[in-house]
């Protein structure tokens, strides 16, 4: 099988309440989730790249889960539920349930190093979305990827120590909130949370060359 039918396969997982793993079944769930993000981070650049390839197999398979589920083929009921499930994701932070069936997962399949907290997690919600909007929808955000995780591990500061550290992420996060509080459909608290969990959710509304224009001259 090959990389980009593996990928849709894995893809109609993601709705619980048509083709995908149902809410009941919380690990399985999650361990599709999962391996749905490791395929997508892991091969970023080839999934870009094979965007009719990988809407060609969904549909088919999407197709054939269909009548398997005993519901009819609606590819737009099935991207609202998978769109459903993945804004679930995005708000983990909020939602306690949600959180501890991630937890629970995690605690009994994966390691501690790979472990996600609830603000990666949310991460993994906004790449997904964008993904989904690329696959789906045309939307020309996901090529910018590999940038966007390159600006938000610059923001990460890692070789500063110190207060002048802490000074640098306080100067950014009030650039990035000058620059984008009245952006509509941000989470109320957005600049509230750690800077790489900021850049990603704002990259899901704005070109990343927006967001670096915005934080000079504390990146180069």
Known sequence: MSLECLFADKLTTLGPTTIGIPDDRADEQFKQLYD??????????RIISSQEKIKSFYEKISR??????????????????????????????????????????????????????????AIVGFQLDLLVKYLFKSSTMLP?????????????????????????VDDARSKLQAAFSDLKGLSVDVFKKRLDRIVWEIATFVPVNIIYDSVKPLVP
Do not use: C
């Not at 749905?36 to 650049?45: C, E, Q, R, T, Y």
């Not at 590819?75 to 501890?100: G, T």
């Open 36 to 45: 749905v993000i490791a395929l997508f981070v892991s091969n970023v650049d």
């Open 64 to 121: 054939i889960e269909s009548r398997i589920h005993n519901i009819a083929y609606d590819p737009e009921a099935l991207l609202q539920d998978m769109k459903s499930f993945i804004d679930r994701v995005r708000s983990i932070e909020n939602d306690k349930v949600f959180l501890n069936r991630a937890n629970d997962f995690q605690s009994l399949y994966l390691r501690k190093g790979v472990n996600r907290d609830k603000a990666q997690w």
């Open 144 to 168: 910018s990827f590999n940038a966007i995780t390159e600006l938000s591990e610059k923001l990460s500061f890692s070789e500063i120590r110190g207060p002048e550290r802490r000074q640098m």
